[in-house]
Nanobody, 118 residues
């Protein structure tokens, strides 16, 4: 699975952005998808995940209630709607996929940079 993320940019605190990640290659609908982020000088951290069917989602506490992950299997795309952005959300955001029923994310896209100004 090849993943291509986009949608990052510069936004003021309190604003919104929607990230997209398009997949190509193997059957998209059998993969769970996740978003991760890495801020400068920090380790990569989990943000959100959505199951292969779209029926289950899970969020990091730091983004719960502000971010929404969704997917469109017909378009082979996963989204991350980010609202009420905070300066601490500034990071490079990555999408990743794992085959359903497995625990490790095997395929990673390149990052898209999000900068939130105060």
């Amino acid at each position: 699975v090849q993943l291509q993320a986009c949608g990052g940019g510069l936004v003021q605190a309190g604003g919104s952005l929607r990230l997209s990640c398009a997949a190509s290659g193997r059957t998209f609908s059998v993969y769970d998808l996740g978003w991760f982020r890495q801020a400068p000088g920090k380790e990569r951290e989990f943000v959100a995940t959505i199951s292969w069917s779209g029926s289950s989602t899970y969020y990091a506490d730091s983004v719960k209630g502000r971010f929404t992950i969704s997917r469109d299997n017909a378009k082979n795309t996963v989204y991350l709607q980010m609202n009420s952005l905070k300066p601490e959300d500034t990071a490079n955001y990555y999408c990743a996929s794992r085959l359903k029923g497995t625990s490790s994310y095997k395929y990673w896209g390149q990052g898209t940079e999000v900068t939130v100004s105060s």
